[in-house]
């Protein structure tokens, strides 16, 4: 953790000790502690009661067991839903014009998408079009990336579309902690959050504070070099923080900017960071073109002109393909990144 | 708003009285917005007008269908909630918005009820329970039985109601909508206000089956068919329906209806039948409320309801014609607090 970037909630005294735990039962801990501390928030989605389809939804009991959410909560407050996406979604912004604060639970990004107009066009507009008069505290959880061998329609990453849409809060977040820290904040937000799990990270461990702090758009040095910048997220960290570790090795110091956050997205961090090294790429596992590494490399470009060198990776623009070396192809893995980052070093 | 139809004449009368002086309300107020429309739209093939319109942009009318309005929003509470469809002026006026503030908002004004942010197609007054008009089809629908679901997580004694009109009903919501209700016995009246047109195509040609009645009784939902031009029917039906939803089971009103205007203001409507509109013109709601009132011996009321509605709408295009326009920077508020002020 990097102290500059993440606070304790409660300065000295006697703080929580951090347990090791994977990056799902972390989102789970975290969304216990917030319907523990407020009765006003529930979650919705299909399968929760056993837990979620991927063990989202449980935490761990005294006995060390982990349990369903639902035992603890009841079902009126851990509710199972029909496959009902564009209700699930449309009724979580009707339950938050009512007072609750709802956690939308989509399974996968590529089913939300049966649910857009109600995300977009009315989760994300209501506060503006109606003059302030009401408010929409929800939380959309719809994981993302390549798992599995899951082929084209539930493997996709849309962060992208959804950074494009004024209203919404984009979260992406790569570690357990960050998992925990910014589901609580997320769901301690006014705003509309789309929160983006990435599925091939829901068994990775990792010590997890109960108390830390992670503001919304605020970035983390995931590592620290002089002489390029990274700027990642999700999954990705993981494969450029081996990449940097690959370029270490050739004596080239890399600097991870984990953006953790896509909307608010973190400018000052990057400028910072790309003022310092002076060379730039952006890996993201979504499909490069028009994907969000776009809008940073431009930002950084418009911001830095020729001072700053500039590269982006992400998927080639093709469906994912299921067999093996199909898959492969839309990886954006700790070889690539490194290759890309060599041929920025030489241009 | 009394809390439901009475049975005796003198109750009767006093009942239709305040469903009148609602409709009346109603029409004065599509009609005050039809006219400052003009020119408002360049679309439908039509030139725009030299001088610009008062009220700008797509203005769906109501015009034809105000007993359905009237008469379910009579049977609702403050603390009840609405959602509402593209053509919402009358649920808006009927759930008991300021018709001021309304005006002020088609005009674009600052003092509009949504600071000019939403206009005709997005009106709406969380103050009296109204959650919102709205420019997609169904979307209402979701959005109303999560209302419902928090109301009844909450045990609050409030229901939701919601209206949505006959093209609503081929579309996904509503059928994930109404089970969802049914499963979780949720307290929320679907109100399938039908005026047989969708947009420009007749509802008849496009929609399997029979309807709205038939497809929420194949989900096991109680259902009343009504003539929806006809208030006092839509009173008693809307009354027993509101019962049953207050009890906790979800309901659908199917009230048949007519929209004697084109599918947004400056739209003429030619692809209707001349006699078809003429023939609906003569079963005009308000019409036959003031033929009932007649013979109730009410004319004396009825005429100081018209004059009272007349002033209302005369103040109501005053104050939007002399309002402020918003501030530009009112379009950066209201946005998100997350990142607030960066905007790229």
Same mark, same amino acid.
């Given at each position: 953790?990097?102290?500059?970037?993440?606070?304790? *909630?409660?300065?000295?005294?006697?703080?929580?000790?951090? *347990?090791?735990?994977?990056?799902?039962?972390?989102?789970?801990?975290?969304?216990?502690?917030?319907?523990?501390?407020?009765?006003?928030?529930?979650?919705?989605?299909?399968? $929760?009661?056993?837990?979620?389809? @991927?063990?989202?939804?449980?935490?761990?009991?005294?006995?060390?067991?982990?349990?369903?959410?639902?035992?603890?909560?009841?079902?009126?407050?851990?509710?199972?839903?029909?496959?009902?996406?564009?209700?699930?979604?449309?009724?979580?912004?009707?339950?938050?014009?009512?007072?609750?604060? +709802?956690?939308?639970?989509?399974?996968?990004?590529?089913?939300?998408?049966?649910?857009?107009?109600?995300?977009?066009?009315?989760?994300?507009?209501?506060? @503006?079009? @109606?003059?302030?008069?009401?408010?929409?505290?929800?939380?959309?959880?719809?994981?993302?990336?390549?798992?599995?061998?899951?082929?084209?329609?539930?493997?996709?990453?849309?962060?992208?579309?959804?950074?494009?849409?004024?209203?919404?809060?984009?979260?992406?977040?790569?570690?357990?902690?960050?998992?925990?820290? $910014?589901?609580?904040?997320?769901?301690?937000?006014?705003? +509309?959050?789309?929160?983006?799990?990435?599925?091939?990270?829901?068994?990775?461990?990792?010590?997890?504070?109960?108390?830390?702090?992670?503001?919304?758009?605020?970035?983390?040095?995931?590592?620290?070099?002089?002489?390029?910048?990274?700027?990642?997220?999700?999954?990705?960290?993981?494969?450029?923080?081996?990449?940097?570790?690959?370029?270490?090795?050739?004596?080239?110091?890399?600097?991870?900017?984990?953006?953790?956050? $896509?909307?608010?997205?973190?400018?000052?961090?990057?400028?910072?960071?790309?003022?310092?090294?002076?060379?730039? $790429?952006?890996?993201?596992?979504?499909?490069?073109?028009?994907?969000?590494?776009?809008?940073?490399?431009?930002?950084?470009?418009?911001?830095?002109?020729?001072?700053?060198?500039?590269?982006?990776?992400?998927?080639?623009?093709?469906?994912?393909?299921?067999?093996?070396?199909?898959?492969?192809?839309? *990886?954006?893995?700790?070889?690539?990144?490194?290759?890309?980052?060599?041929?920025?070093?030489?241009? | 708003?009394?809390?439901?139809?009475?049975?005796?004449?003198?109750?009767?009368?006093?009942?239709?009285?305040?469903?009148?002086?609602?409709?009346?309300?109603?029409?004065?107020?599509?009609?005050?917005?039809?006219?400052?429309?003009?020119?408002?739209?360049?679309? =439908?093939?039509?030139?725009?007008?030299?001088?610009?319109?008062?009220?700008?942009?797509?203005?769906?009318?109501?015009?034809?269908?105000?007993? &359905?309005?009237?008469?379910?929003?009579?049977?609702?509470?403050?603390?009840?909630?609405?959602?509402?469809?593209? %053509?919402?002026?009358?649920?808006?006026?009927?759930?008991?918005?300021?018709?001021?503030?309304?005006?002020?908002?088609?005009?674009?004004?600052?003092?509009?009820?949504?600071?000019?942010?939403?206009?005709?197609?997005?009106?709406?007054?969380?103050?009296?329970?109204?959650?919102?008009?709205?420019?997609? /089809?169904?979307?209402?629908?979701?959005?109303?039985?999560?209302?419902?679901?928090?109301?009844?997580?909450?045990?609050?004694?409030?229901?939701?109601?919601?209206?949505?009109?006959?093209?609503?009903?081929?579309?996904?919501?509503?059928?994930?909508?109404?089970? =969802?209700?049914?499963?979780?016995?949720?307290? /929320?009246?679907?109100?399938?206000?039908?005026?047989?047109?969708?947009?420009?195509?007749?509802?008849?040609?496009?929609?399997?089956?029979?309807?709205?009645?038939?497809?929420?009784?194949?989900?096991?939902?109680?259902?009343?068919? &009504?003539?929806?031009?006809?208030?006092?029917?839509?009173?008693?039906?809307?009354?027993?329906?509101?019962?049953?939803?207050?009890?906790?089971?979800?309901?659908?009103?199917?009230?048949?209806?007519?929209?004697?205007?084109?599918?947004?203001?400056?739209?003429?409507?030619?692809?209707?039948?001349?006699?078809?509109?003429?023939?609906? %013109?003569?079963?005009?709601?308000?019409?036959? &409320?003031?033929?009932?009132?007649?013979?109730?011996?009410?004319?004396?009321?009825?005429?100081?309801?018209?004059?009272?509605?007349?002033?209302?709408?005369?103040?109501?295009?005053?104050?939007?014609?002399?309002?402020? =326009?918003?501030?530009?920077?009112?379009?950066?508020?209201?946005?998100?607090?997350?990142?607030?002020?960066? =905007?790229?």
């Amino acid at each position: 953790m990097d102290d500059a970037d993440v606070q304790r *909630r409660s300065s000295g005294a006697t703080m929580p000790a951090a *347990r090791r735990m994977t990056y799902a039962v972390a989102a789970g801990e975290a969304l216990a502690a917030c319907m523990r501390a407020d009765a006003r928030v529930v979650a919705l989605g299909e399968d $929760l009661g056993r837990g979620g389809v @991927f063990g989202q939804y449980r935490s761990r009991a005294a006995d060390g067991a982990l349990v369903p959410l639902q035992r603890e909560f009841g079902a009126t407050r851990v509710i199972d839903t029909p496959i009902s996406e564009a209700n699930i979604m449309g009724a979580a912004v009707g339950m938050a014009l009512a007072g609750l604060r +709802p956690v939308a639970e989509l399974r996968i990004v590529d089913f939300a998408l049966c649910g857009m107009d109600e995300l977009i066009n009315q989760a994300a507009k209501n506060r @503006f079009m @109606f003059g302030g008069q009401g408010r929409v505290p929800l939380v959309v959880r719809m994981p993302i990336g390549i798992w599995s061998a899951s082929a084209a329609q539930h493997s996709q990453s849309l962060e992208a579309w959804f950074a494009h849409i004024p209203g919404l809060v984009v979260v992406c977040p790569a570690t357990p902690q960050d998992n925990h820290a $910014l589901l609580r904040m997320a769901i301690d937000s006014d705003d +509309p959050v789309v929160y983006l799990e990435h599925k091939e990270l829901w068994g990775l461990e990792g010590d997890v504070a109960p108390d830390v702090v992670v503001p919304l758009g605020r970035a983390q040095i995931a590592r620290a070099g002089a002489d390029l910048t990274i700027v990642t997220w999700s999954r990705t960290l993981h494969e450029s923080l081996a990449a940097a570790d690959a370029l270490a090795a050739e004596g080239v110091g890399c600097e991870v900017v984990d953006l953790r956050t $896509l909307w608010p997205w973190d400018r000052a961090a990057v400028l910072e960071s790309c003022t310092k090294t002076r060379r730039l $790429l952006v890996a993201h596992e979504a499909v490069q073109a028009a994907g969000f590494g776009a809008e940073i490399a431009a930002s950084v470009a418009e911001e830095l002109g020729p001072q700053c060198r500039i590269a982006r990776i992400g998927a080639p623009r093709i469906p994912v393909g299921y067999s093996a070396p199909l898959e492969a192809e839309s *990886r954006v893995g700790a070889e690539r990144i490194a290759a890309a980052a060599r041929r920025l070093l030489q241009r | 708003m009394g809390s439901g139809p009475a049975g005796f004449s003198a109750g009767r009368r006093e009942r239709l009285l305040a469903l009148y002086r609602t409709m009346a309300r109603i029409r004065a107020f599509e009609d005050a917005a039809e006219v400052a429309s003009q020119g408002g739209v360049q679309a =439908w093939g039509l030139e725009a007008s030299a001088t610009p319109a008062l009220v700008r942009g797509p203005l769906h009318l109501s015009t034809g269908q105000e007993a &359905v309005a009237a008469g379910v929003c009579a049977n609702l509470r403050q603390t009840d909630l609405l959602t509402s469809t593209h %053509r919402g002026h009358g649920h808006t006026l009927a759930k008991g918005a300021d018709m001021t503030a309304m005006m002020c908002e088609l005009y674009g004004r600052a003092t509009g009820c949504n600071g000019g942010k939403g206009g005709s197609m997005h009106i709406a007054d969380f103050s009296v329970g109204m959650l919102g008009a709205n420019g997609v /089809v169904a979307a209402g629908i979701p959005i109303a039985t999560g209302a419902a679901h928090a109301l009844k997580l909450m045990q609050r004694e409030a229901i939701v109601a919601c209206f949505f009109g006959d093209g609503a009903i081929n579309r996904g919501p509503f059928l994930e909508g109404l089970n =969802w209700a049914q499963v979780y016995a949720l307290p /929320v009246l679907f109100v399938c206000e039908d005026n047989r047109i969708a947009a420009t195509t007749p509802t008849a040609t496009m929609t399997a089956g029979e309807g709205a009645a038939a497809r929420a009784q194949a989900l096991a939902l109680p259902v009343l068919q &009504v003539d929806g031009n006809d208030v006092e029917a839509v009173d008693r039906a809307a009354a027993e329906l509101v019962a049953r939803v207050r009890g906790g089971t979800p309901a659908l009103l199917h009230a048949i209806t007519y929209r004697f205007k084109g599918h947004v203001s400056v739209d003429p409507g030619a692809y209707r039948d001349a006699a078809e509109v003429a023939r609906a %013109r003569e079963g005009d709601p308000l019409l036959r &409320v003031r033929t009932e009132l007649a013979a109730l011996d009410a004319n004396g009321e009825r005429t100081r309801i018209d004059a009272d509605v007349q002033q209302e709408i005369a103040q109501a295009l005053a104050a939007a014609a002399a309002a402020p =326009w918003p501030e530009a920077g009112a379009a950066y508020e209201q946005v998100l607090d997350a990142g607030a002020g960066q =905007w790229r």
